[in-house]
């Protein structure tokens, strides 16, 4: 299975809105990010957000940039905000049927996914910011032996959507 993980766009502060939906510059961080998807002939079976306003808002954008319909997109308990690493792998398991798979929520919670899934050592530190997108192949979500496909960050999914 290959899993792509994206931390939502950037959000307005908590003191403007407190539900933090995409500002203005997170959603053309999305916009972006989801052309260059289209780009490079990604598809996914399941598109799974976390509960919070701002990964609903960037999943519903990803899923339109690829055609999907609205209703493709799946809050998933397991990607919000406090749920445990062990918690958050038990509801995916549900996936494990799946060839592709999108997950949309915040850090730690992505990162600690992505380093579980990556290694069995120590913490594994990957820069998720501004809609940069993460695609890791895994054989089994149990197994820690996860293959690092790529990590593109914004600048470079600027690039790829302007082809």
Partial sequence: MNL???QHGACLPQ????????????????????QAMRVM?????????????AAVQTTRIVA?????AASSVTSFAGLDQGVSLKVCLEELRVCERYQSVFLCGEL???SGLASHLLTSGPKLSLALDGSALLAIGITSLGSRSG???WLLQGPQLQMIASS
């Fill in 4 to 6: 792509y993980l994206m």
């Fill in 64 to 68: 339109e940039g690829l055609g999907y």
């Fill in 15 to 34: 003191e403007v809105n407190p539900n933090q939906p995409l500002s203005p510059v997170g959603q053309n961080q999305v916009t972006t990010t989801a």
């Fill in 147 to 149: 293959n690092l496909r």
């Fill in 108 to 110: 730690p919670l992505l």
């Fill in 41 to 53: 002939g990604l598809w996914f079976d399941a598109l799974l957000t976390s509960p919070r306003v």
